[in-house]
Each structure stands twice: as C-alpha cells, then as structure tokens.
C-alpha cells in the first residue's frame, strides 16, 4: 500500500513540476523577443522594439497598473501587453481564454492584449511574440522571412 502511495506522490510532483516548467517567464519572454532581427529591449523598461525604417517600434511591454487613481502606473511584472495585428484579433483573443488573455480600459480601441504569464506556456508565448513581432516590423523584413522564433 505504501509503495502505490509513494509511487502515486511522486508522479503528481513530477506532473505539477512540468506544468510549471512549461509556464513562460520574464527570461523566455525576453530570450523570445530578442531572438527576432532588428529587435532591441529598451533601456531601463521591460520592453522590446523592432527597428522600423528609423524608428523602432514596441511589441511587447510590460504592463502598467493604476494601482491608485490619483498615482501614476506601476510595473506588474506578471502580465507582459502585447501588439495584435487588429482589433478582430484582439478580440479573438480575449474570447479564447480569460485566464490568459485580458484587457482594461486604457487599451480600448488599441491592439494590444494584456497576457498573464503564468497562464500561457512557452510555444504559445513564441507565437504571441512573433506575431506581435511581425505586426510592427517593416515588409521588407517580412519578405526575407527572417523570422525564427527559438525553441522553447
């Protein structure tokens, strides 16, 4: 009887330790996003560009709370804001999964959805970036399909 126990404890640890692993974090959204071309993280943010003509453009940012309504935003660290190519795509998302995808008011009528890092695993995080990457890159990065997000 203990031995089924025993057996059954650690197969439940090992399970509950691989769903965590899979989880995404700061470092792969960080190792993803700086894996595509022409792409930096800005100084002192949480937040990844991509060079656009003579600018670089932000796709995925960290997301900034009001806390309070009368001090300014603050860095949460656990939700990571992400460009969508449009609002139908945006809403898509919103819909597909509430414990992942959400949004508030000061991103109305602005692609972009706010992701909950500890609910969207590394492959789906990759292709969330990518695309995200490839709405703000210019078409003649696009073309050469450069794009090769890394493996999770």
């Not at 650690?10 to 022409?38: G, N």
């Not at 900034?64 to 795509?89: E, G």
């Not at 706010?114 to 990457?133: N, S």
Request: glycine residues 6%.
């Amino acid at each position: 009887m203990a031995f089924g126990f025993e057996r059954g404890r650690r197969i439940l640890i090992a399970r509950t330790f691989a769903k965590h692993r899979t989880m995404a974090t700061r470092s792969d959204v960080r190792r993803i996003a700086l894996s595509f071309p022409e792409t930096k993280e800005q100084d002192g943010h949480f937040a990844f560009e991509v060079l656009n003509g003579k600018k670089y453009k932000g796709f995925a940012w960290v997301w900034m709370q009001r806390v309070d309504p009368r001090k300014p935003r603050v860095p949460c660290p656990d939700v990571l804001a992400v460009r969508v190519p449009n609002l139908d795509a945006k809403e898509i998302l919103l819909m597909a999964d509430e414990s992942k995808f959400f949004t508030e008011p000061h991103y109305d009528g602005f692609p972009a959805v706010l992701v909950r890092l500890k609910e969207i695993g590394r492959a789906e995080l990759r292709e969330l970036l990518k695309q995200a990457w490839a709405t703000q890159a210019p078409k003649a990065l696009l073309k050469q399909g450069q794009v090769r997000a890394p493996r999770a």
